[in-house]
């Protein structure tokens, strides 16, 4: 073939299923006359694809593809069948109360002949079968037993979801689902919120990047009607980057209502998740006395905020610096700072959200200009942010009003006509990096067993799935039990395995940016977790006193997980202080469920920027 026509316009793979273009890598033996197509992230399963190989393409001695090469193929059925992705009452829950119902999420939707009351089971301590209704709504994905009485009081319960449970496709699930609570003498008589919560975050178009984040939180219903939930969502700083609120006619019973958070307005916030879930406030839409509040201990997973998808983008309004006395009428237009894929600047609406000194003297006009108008004798410098609003949509943007407050700046002295090309300049420095392709496994290991037994079960090496290279490290591949094991065996339950960084000490001060990251793919069980953990000394391994960042679910391919040291979920920013720092990653299994695999990490990186350099070390 001809190398010159090998272009990614000339060979395409189209995602017919959600009618995207797939992006990837050509690689051309000529000897061996072949042409392969590398996708640029894992195919889906059960999806449609078409390659076509445009027409003209030529070989080496001149004639070329008359008519362009059309093949279609359908990627496998994912053969795991579904899966339970939260439960209520939450796995060994106390203080449950009498009249409780078992609620279960799934993964995708079910075939609902399979969700009956032989397969959905509830049984007593004392062995005795629950009688009650069994129920499957595929448009939320939830399945309901409802007793057809009042639970006893001071009791264990076990629900079952057996094996005959299938997905839409007719594969079913790989083992029975179990989990258990016990109830004490309370009824609950006005709404509540459950403490249980689900997140996920949703890739409509299959183009790898996220258009929304969804937190499912629990919920008590007294009494039939329309109900409003609204929920927000913060940093590890506690500034809020989001808000939203879902209304839905419930019946009386619990529910799991679902917050949609925008991708837009984490993408534009530019901060990394763990998410914090603030603010969330139940009322029945006609009557207001039915309010109740709650700040929930709850963080999401980790969200790297570059793959959410931006609608649209807001940035770069300028800074204003004024002598004392002076004002600037009409300084700027915040329209011209909106890029759009389908409106102009003129069609969405703006406001300012915040400002810092309201002797500043900001205002912004109907027409989309920004006027500066200082109260007189004031000097000083004031934070504004504006918001522009497409709908439900925002994006935000932050600039500085200093007036007398002026930096001298020393003359930029070019001895040639023109000033020298500017270069991209990273000045992130690596401290600790391991892709697990050595002989050597020096990590510390540690393994909880929940369970009645010891099982010898560790992290360790294997060559199943990799990242990079050909190894990558199994959350259940030591030991000698978990080294017997065949790859994309299902991990046993009620098991922890950490695995903590050698011989490694890492001091925060003099830092302007440190990250904890690596690769993982999962394939997690309702309730397992895959985790960084930090703890500052004096610790080990054996501490309990770490903060965590944590995934779950099943990633489809390999995705990020980071732990950024000015976000440590639960404590905030660390850099600049006198700590060291040492870091454990850790695999966490409940009893409520298992999957096949768990965990596998590859290229784990510790990565700092020293102090007065932050610039040149974006995240």
């Known amino acids: 073939m001809n190398a010159a026509d090998l272009q990614q316009n000339n060979i395409r793979l189209h995602d017919l299923t959600h009618g995207v273009w797939m992006g990837g890598q050509l690689d051309y033996q000529d000897g061996e006359r072949q042409l392969r197509f590398y996708p640029s ?38 053969p795991f069948g579904p899966r339970p992705t939260a439960v209520q009452p939450q796995n060994h829950g106390l203080e449950v109360p009498i009249q409780a119902e078992a609620i279960v999420l799934w993964d995708r939707a079910l075939n609902p002949a399979t969700v009956n009351p032989s397969s959905v089971l509830m049984k007593h301590q004392n062995g005795i079968s629950i009688p009650g ?129 925008p991708a837009n307005s984490l993408r534009n916030a530019g901060r990394n998740g763990s998410y914090q879930l603030i603010h969330l406030v139940l009322t029945k839409s006609d009557d207001f006395n039915s309010l109740i509040t709650k700040s929930p201990d709850y963080w999401t997973g980790s969200y790297p905020a570059g793959l959410f998808q931006r609608s649209f983008s807001f940035g770069g309004l300028p800074d204003i610096h004024l002598l004392p006395g002076q004002s600037r009428l009409q300084a700027f237009n915040v329209r011209n700072y909106v890029q759009h894929p389908t409106k102009t600047g003129s069609q969405l609406s703006y406001r300012v959200s915040s400002l810092s000194d309201v002797q500043a003297g900001v205002t912004l006009d109907k027409n989309g200009f920004i006027s500066i108008t200082p109260d007189l004798g004031w000097k000083g410098s004031a934070q504004v942010t504006v918001q522009a609003v497409d709908g439900s949509l925002t994006a935000q943007d932050t600039f500085e009003v200093r007036v007398g407050l002026h930096l001298a700046h020393l003359p930029l002295l070019i001895r040639s006509g023109q000033p020298p090309p500017q270069q991209p300049r990273l000045e992130w420095i690596t401290l600790f990096f391991d892709n697990f392709e050595g002989s050597d496994f020096l990590w510390q290991k540690r393994t909880i067993i929940w369970g009645p037994s010891f099982i010898d079960i560790f992290w360790g090496p294997r060559n199943c799935l990799a990242y990079s290279g050909n190894k990558s490290v199994w959350a259940i591949g030591g030991g000698s039990v978990g080294s017997a094991f065949t790859c994309g065996a299902v991990y046993p339950t009620d098991i922890e395995t950490w695995m903590m960084l050698p011989s490694t000490n890492f001091y925060m001060r003099y830092l302007s940016a440190a990250q904890f990251r690596f690769k993982a793919y999962t394939q997690l069980g309702a309730g397992d977790q895959l985790c960084i953990q930090v703890c500052f000394e004096p610790c080990s391994i054996t501490s309990t006193n770490f903060y965590r960042t944590c995934v779950s679910g099943n990633s489809g391919g390999w995705r990020d997980v980071i732990m950024n040291m000015d976000e440590v979920p639960g404590l905030g920013n660390v850099l600049g202080q006198d700590r060291i720092a040492k870091f454990t990653i850790a695999f966490l299994s409940d009893s409520s469920g298992t999957a096949p695999i768990g965990a596998y990490v590859d290229d784990v990186e510790y990565r700092v920027c020293p102090v007065g350099l932050q610039q040149y070390c974006p995240k």
């Open 133 to 261: 209704t069994v129920s499957h709504d595929n448009s939320t994905r939830t399945t309901r037993f409802r007793p057809s009485a009042p639970l006893s009081p001071d009791s264990f319960y076990m629900v079952t979801l057996k094996s005959a449970i299938a997905d839409s496709l007719g594969i079913p699930m790989v083992s029975d689902f179990t989990w258990n609570f016990k109830t004490d003498s309370t009824t609950w008589t006005g709404a509540r919120f459950t403490d249980a919560y689900q997140e996920e975050v949703a890739d409509d178009n299959a183009d790898g990047l996220w258009e929304r984040l969804l937190v499912r939180v629990g919920v008590y219903i007294p009494s039939a009607g329309s109900w409003i939930l609204h929920g927000g969502l913060a940093d590890s700083l506690g500034i809020e980057l989001a808000n939203t609120s879902v209304q839905a006619n419930l019946t009386a019973g619990v529910h799991f209502l679902t917050l949609e958070f």
């Open 41 to 78: 992230r894992p195919l889906a399963y059960a999806t449609d694809y078409e390659l076509t190989i445009a027409a003209g393409i030529r070989s080496h001695t001149g004639p070329a593809l008359a008519a362009s090469f059309v093949s279609r193929f359908r990627t496998q059925n994912d």
